[in-house]
């Protein structure tokens, strides 16, 4: 009933986020006729290898209307940090205007500060043509001279823009420093601490291509950001051999070991006893213990709820953007489809857990699921307003604005909320006694000294750096699309890691769950969960390692943001893995205790 409700809330999503993230362009539209005016909107800047470090375009002594004219943007825009507004740019189409003045700014000694500072930061704009088609650019160029050694800092004010055209539809679009027929851009050298006044330019020119479709307009994009990241066979290879040969090597051991031990459980006690080497120590001894609730049943439910949740959710989005739901040139659809759907599926996480708890003689539901609803949200909300509040102070266009939290803070209350809260009351209706294969005595088996190198530590470094093997290199093409400027479109090839990855995690956690068994330690519950769920502290430590030697990230809000929204995945890493540990642990526990003849 659990994979039947899991199946009938991802179709329910799927259907709703098609619904809300498909773009369809009709047949007429973005068309022009010759003379219309083509609007250019301004968005942002920032610095060029701090992707998310974003403010608004006009935050810069610029030329701008007055009063300036702001867009209304979707809610996946808001959270990637545009803030679109109206330009001074005059374009007609089809009409190719020479070196044309835009507005003369007189800039303060202060202004000149900022200027400088954005071009020693490599900071980059951002334009959109007619809504929809990006154009990029930098500020200016500094210049560093060696002997003697010396700054110069550059700042360009000639904007020259090359449209083309098929039919009657705009199907490219490029900027540049330079004028048509020179090889150098028009630039003005900025002095500190002094009061200058500049004049900024610009220019259009057309070309018709007919090559080039308007639905493909995207495809034709510049060469200012890094291209699509191309298969990596590889690291695919490598992944399917490490967890084909790990899922054998797992399966083959533990079959030799179980059917050993069954054969030794099976055998009569006065075939034991005339065994010399015959000892009394193994999983089976565990029988009255196994099967005994751990505590804080009700938090370890929550998380397990959670956990599948994020299972679905990750499996959702995946299966979609697979499916072409998802285009990469449409800003924060992505964004928004992963609000809905972490909404929707509330009510999975609040079915599992409150139908687990409820199997565990658990009697505080209502607890429970509010347990279960604040699990994730309150450490989100609480990483979430320390990176809002930083990007704040800062100016960024990355700190949302009031209306947004307002709105999100609606969709959790008003959707998510309550989800949780009808899928809990389904899943307590629904739950069945845990029915364990043996009985659970009221005295406490006493647990052995154990090795340090079977503890629980040992167990998380081993069921958490495995795992982590097999998506390492994937991880990397994952955090340089993120927090990069490449573009990831191998969708099946993210399915596949995935897929692999909740494989091997399965496996180890049955391998380490049996050997702890052995110890005679009935403690599986949380250690299955913490075990498998440390591969977020590898994603952890793998992401310091990228943020000090593989990025040219720099800078607090950066920083903040960098680690703040590292910490939540990890944090998700963590529910998604420690979940199908659990759930692999508690099925393979009943397995062998359901096989074993138990006196």
């Not at 809610?75 to 003045?101: C, H, W």
């Not at 930098?138 to 449209?163: A, C, D, K, M, N």
């Amino acid at each position: 009933q659990t994979v039947k409700g899991i199946m009938a809330a991802l179709a329910l999503v799927a259907v709703v986020a098609f619904a809300s993230t498909a773009v369809e362009h009709g047949k007429d539209a973005y068309k022009f006729q010759k003379s219309d005016k083509v609007p250019v909107y301004v968005n942002k800047v920032g610095p060029y290898y701090n992707t998310h470090e974003t403010y608004h375009y006009y935050s810069l002594p610029v030329c701008h209307p007055n009063p300036i004219v702001s867009l209304p943007l979707k809610l996946g825009q808001v959270l990637n940090g545009d803030r679109m507004a109206q330009s001074l740019y005059d374009i007609k189409f089809l009409e190719n205007k020479p070196k044309t003045r835009l507005c003369s700014v007189q800039l303060t000694p202060h202004d000149v500060e900022l200027f400088q500072n954005a071009i020693e930061d490599l900071y980059y704009f951002e334009f959109f043509i007619a809504g929809d088609l990006p154009v990029r650019g930098f500020i200016g160029q500094l210049e560093e001279r060696v002997l003697p050694h010396s700054l110069t800092v550059y700042l360009w004010t000639h904007l020259h823009f090359t449209f083309e055209y098929n039919g009657l539809q705009i199907v490219a679009a490029n900027v540049s420093e330079r004028e048509k027929g020179k090889g150098r851009a028009t630039e003005l050298e900025l002095p500190s601490g002094k009061e200058i006044s500049v004049e900024f330019t610009y220019s259009v020119e057309w070309k018709e291509n007919k090559m080039l479709q308007f639905k493909n307009r995207h495809l034709k994009d510049s060469s200012f950001f890094p291209k699509t990241i191309e298969i990596h066979w590889l690291s695919i290879m490598n992944s399917t051999i490490l967890v084909v040969l790990l899922s054998l090597f797992v399966t083959l051991i533990l079959k030799r070991m179980l059917n050993k031990d069954f054969d030794r459980y099976a055998r009569d006690e006065e075939d034991i006893e005339l065994e010399e080497d015959a000892d009394d120590h193994g999983w089976k001894n565990l029988h009255t213990d196994v099967f005994r609730f751990p505590p804080y049943k009700s938090l370890l439910c929550a998380f397990v709820g959670n956990g599948v949740q994020f299972l679905a959710l990750g499996t959702g989005i995946i299966i979609m953007a697979l499916f072409g739901m998802f285009n990469i040139h449409h800003h924060g659809s992505m964004n928004s489809a992963a609000i809905l759907l972490y909404a929707l599926t509330c009510g999975v996480s609040g079915y599992v857990a409150m139908r687990l708890y409820k199997s565990l003689d658990g009697l505080n539901w209502v607890w429970n699921i509010v347990t279960t609803s604040c699990v994730f949200s309150v450490p989100f909300f609480f990483v979430w307003s320390v990176i809002n509040s930083v990007a704040w102070y800062t100016g960024s266009t990355q700190a949302l604005p009031f209306t947004t939290i307002i709105f999100l803070m609606l969709i959790w209350l008003m959707l998510g909320f309550p989800l949780t809260v009808v899928g809990g009351i389904m899943g307590k209706n629904a739950a069945s006694p845990f029915d364990a294969p043996c009985r659970t005595k009221p005295i406490v088996r006493e647990i052995p000294q154990i090795p340090v190198y079977k503890g629980g530590l040992a167990h998380m470094v081993i069921g958490g750096f495995l795992p982590f093997s097999a998506i390492s290199v994937e991880l990397y093409y994952i955090f340089a699309t993120v927090w990069g400027r490449d573009r990831y479109t191998l969708y099946g090839i993210l399915l596949l890691v995935f897929i692999i990855l909740l494989i091997v995690t399965a496996c180890i956690s049955v391998a380490l769950t049996y050997f702890q068994l052995s110890c005679e330690d009935h403690r599986w519950w949380w250690r299955s969960l913490f075990s498998s769920g440390a591969t977020g502290l590898f994603v952890f430590f793998y992401s310091v390692f990228y943020f000090r030697y593989r990025s040219n990230m720099d800078g607090v809000l950066q920083t903040v943001q960098f680690f703040g929204a590292t910490l939540l995945a990890c944090y998700v890493f963590f529910l998604m893995l420690g979940t199908v540990g659990f759930i692999s642990s508690l099925k393979f526990v009943r397995y062998i205790y359901s096989h074993v003849k138990i006196d």
